[in-house]
Structures are given as structure tokens and as C-alpha cells.
């Protein structure tokens, strides 16, 4: 899986490994990649070092897990993350706005076609893409990453038509998760989010994890182009 070192990805990860998985996880940083990797259980983890974008990178992960575990079965796309340069659509940054797609969409494409070509094309699997309520939502500054998580719920359902029925392909959108991150994103305001949030709470990393865990699950094995919204009911007020 993508991004699995800290925050909503070693959640799923810690999910997954929890459930029986052997997981291979990604990041840019080999220090704290180790770490994470050694706190998931060194026997059943192993970090890969590199860019998520790099096709080089992709083709060694794949690799990596293939030799290491002897077969590569489940794809998490949970790396992604946006840069709030503007405000307004009509200001933002265009160089600001393709990176933003490019780590949110594209490198999900390129992703899927890397774990394909292989693995999953000739031994079949299933492949998860980490989404956002962002996608249904127009807020201030969110016009790249929203834009981005939009296409890729859209996305999840053209990869189900093409690749069934070797592969089954579904999306998480996560609402509000608990993550260093988000605790810096919600501070002095707590009160105000969760009072938007039917259930009364933030998520929590396991909360997105349960529900990824069960669609890449054989339980999960008549399920494919559905994106599944985690959001403790936020995105209610907005349908």
C-alpha cells in the first residue's frame, strides 16, 4: 500500500495486518519507513523507500512484495495530500493544482497499471483507492484536491468495468480523520467540526482501516465500483 507510513495509511496497514495481511508499504523517508515497518511486525511489513509518482519506484515495490511474499494480492492507494496555495479557483497556482492531481489521480493510474502488468492481471486480486468526502463537497481552497478525489471515485468505477473480472476495485471516501495532521488542520475548532458530524466524533485510522480491510476481503467478493463513504454521517447535511 501507498503512504503507509504514518497517519489514515499505517491505520489501514495496522488494519490489514491485524486481519492476516503481509503488507508492503511506501514512503519517501527509509528512517521512519523502517520504524513503521518494525511497529506492524517486521515478519509480516516491509518498507519500500521511494516516490510515489516514479514508475522506477512502483515497479520496485511490486517486485519487492511479489519476492518477499510470493504473490502481490491487494493494492491500497492511500497516498495523497494538496497544497492550499489560493483561496479562489480563479487565483489558484496551475502548478500547485497538477501536483496536487498528480499525486491524488494520476499516480493511482499508474499505480494500478504497475501492480497489473505484475501481478494482478494474470493472478487477480483487489485494489482499493483512498478518497475523500472532499469529492462531493465545493469548500474555499479545497478546488485542486476535491477536483482530484471527484475523478478518482470516477476512476474507481472504470478500473471495476476494465479489470472484472480478475480484479475487484473499490474506494474509501474518509471524512474527518484523527492524524497529526488533522489535529493541527481542526485545533480551536473541534467543537464546530464534530458538531457536524452526525455520530459526534472524529474518526479514528481504524475506522477507514475496518472499512478498507472488508472490501479488499473474499466477504467483499461480490462488491466491485462502489465507492464507500467513512464519515461518521458528515456528508448528510450536504445530499
Known amino acids: 500500500m501507498t ?29 521512519e519507513l523502517r520504524k513503521a515497518a518494525a511497529a506492524l511486525g517486521e515478519e509480516r511489513a516491509l518498507g519500500v523507500a521511494g516516490d510515489a509518482r516514479d514508475p522506477e519506484h512502483q515497479r520496485i515495490a511490486v517486485e519487492t512484495a511479489v519476492d518477499r511474499f510470493g504473490s502481490l494480492d491487494l493494492l491500497v492507494n492511500n497516498v495523497g495530500g494538496t497544497e492550499r496555495t489560493a483561496r479562489r479557483l480563479v487565483d489558484v497556482d496551475l502548478a500547485s493544482y497538477r501536483r496536487t492531481v498528480e499525486i491524488n489521480l494520476m499516480s493511482a493510474l499508474t499505480w494500478v497499471q504497475t501492480a497489473w502488468h505484475g ?109 464507500l463513504v467513512v464519515d461518521g454521517g458528515r456528508l448528510l447535511h450536504n445530499r
Not at 3 to 31: K, Q
Open 119 to 227: 501481478w494482478l492481471g494474470e493472478h487477480g486480486g483487489a485494489i482499493v483507492n483512498i478518497s475523500s468526502i472532499a469529492g462531493e463537497l465545493a469548500v474555499p481552497d479545497g478546488t485542486a484536491y476535491g477536483t482530484a478525489k471527484a475523478a478518482l471515485n470516477h476512476f474507481t468505477r472504470q478500473m471495476a468495468n476494465e479489470l472484472a473480472p480478475a480484479v475487484r476495485v473499490n474506494g474509501v471516501a474518509s471524512g474527518t480523520v484523527l492524524t497529526d495532521f488533522t489535529r493541527a488542520n481542526v485545533e480551536g475548532r473541534e467543537d464546530k467540526v464534530i458538531g457536524s458530524i452526525p455520530l459526534r466524533r472524529l474518526g479514528e485510522p481504524a475506522d477507514v482501516g475496518a472499512a478498507v480491510a472488508f472490501l479488499l476481503s473474499d466477504e467483499a467478493s461480490w462488491i466491485t465500483g462502489h465507492t
Open 3 to 31: 503512504g503507509g507510513r504514518t497517519g489514515l495509511g499505517f491505520g489501514i496497514a495496522t488494519a490489514l495486518v491485524e486481519r492476516g495481511a503481509n503488507v508492503v508499504i511506501t514512503s519517501r523517508t527509509e528512517d
